[in-house]
């Protein structure tokens, strides 16, 4: 081998080293990055959106650091749709479970039209008509109440801030295979071209709205689309917009998580990479009661929404061994997730 192609070697070596470097620690340097540089000011912005809806205990206000980074927390995921002279409503209602050292996420969807008691009402009604009667508060009381599961916290958005949102992401890739027309004459009237390379804010939100197959089909694709804004937000080019997405928010965005939980969890998440995202839809049958149409749940699928409740909030987790007295039950989650892509 003559010199100079030793020297061509070398600096090709050099250079596939360096390219390696980069890849390995980009992660680490990049959460480095934010935590010394994007994080005190990300939390001045975060300010705007903190919004407690109930008191919490001396106690659990201390904790709430520790235990938001190490073990599985809930948050009640709230879609409002607000219009001009209307009450607010929430269109998207997702129970979600997050373990933040294992970067997984569970979604669980209830159909805005459930059939269900709304607390503090003391009457039957659909879900999504708690947010109108009685604000977030209401609703989080009517969701634990219908699954008979606890929530740690809730983050809510207003559909008018989703636009800019996903236009701030460059927009958002959406599997549509099939034009979606709205024909219906009393809905807003709008279609989507199928197969484009990505779709705009206001694309993204017809998706989402779109109710004119079934209300099961809708809350698919919201958590379709929920698991494109994650691929879309959580590439790492996308950082330094943060606080052009903060900024768009502003009062479309409330949560009763602390700024310093946020951008602990964000983080994090740098650290470890894009979560793993399984989901699951608690269906149900239609049926109109005195003329107006209700989401009947079935027992079976609210009884398997629980248990995937309870086992990601469990220490041991989703993939744990099932113990006997559950078994039944687990073995009917497992079927349900058991790969990140699939979505009921």
């Not at 109930?54 to 009640?76: D, H, K, N, W, Y």
């Not at 107006?292 to 009884?303: A, F, G, Q, R, S």
Request: aromatic letters at 8%; glycine letters at 6%.
């Amino acid at each position: 081998m003559t010199r100079k192609q030793k020297i061509g070697t070398g600096i090709a070596t050099a250079c596939l080293l360096l390219l390696a470097s980069v890849w390995i620690w980009w992660k680490p340097i990049s959460a480095t990055m934010f935590d010394w540089f994007v994080a005190d000011s990300l939390e001045t912005q975060l300010q705007q959106t903190y919004q407690p809806v109930r008191q919490m205990g001396g106690e659990q206000e201390e904790t709430e650091p520790a235990v938001v980074m190490t073990e599985p927390f809930s948050i009640l995921l709230v879609g409002s749709d607000q219009r001009e002279n209307e009450k607010a409503r929430s269109d998207t209602l997702i129970y979600a479970v997050v373990r933040p050292l294992e970067n997984r996420i569970l979604l669980i969807s209830i159909p805005r039209d459930t059939y269900t008691e709304i607390v503090g009402r003391n009457r039957m009604d659909k879900i999504n008509h708690a947010y109108a009667f009685g604000g977030i508060k209401m609703t989080m009381d009517t969701v634990e109440h219908f699954l008979d599961e606890k929530l740690n916290y809730y983050a809510s958005i207003n559909f008018h801030g989703l636009v800019d949102a996903v236009d701030a992401l460059g927009g958002v890739k959406l599997p549509i295979e099939k034009d979606i027309v709205n024909r219906d004459p009393n809905h807003e009237q709008f279609t989507i071209k199928a197969n484009k390379p990505i779709y705009s804010g206001q694309e993204a939100l017809y998706y989402v709205r779109y109710r004119e197959d079934s209300d099961f089909n809708r809350t698919k694709r919201q958590q379709i689309f929920l698991q494109a804004m994650a691929d879309q937000a959580f590439q790492l080019k996308q950082l330094d917009r943060v606080p052009e997405l903060l900024n768009i928010m502003g009062d479309n965005f409330k949560t009763d998580m602390r700024p310093e939980l946020l951008t602990g969890i964000l983080s994090q998440l740098l650290r470890t990479g894009e979560p793993q995202v399984e989901a699951f839809t608690i269906a149900g049958d239609g049926k109109k009661i005195d003329g107006v149409y209700y989401d009947i749940p079935h027992e079976d699928e609210l009884k398997e929404a629980k248990q995937l409740i309870d086992d990601w909030m469990s220490k041991e987790g989703p993939d744990a061994k099932p113990s006997e007295p559950t078994k039944d039950a687990a073995e009917g989650s497992a079927e349900t997730v058991t790969s990140k892509s699939e979505v009921r």
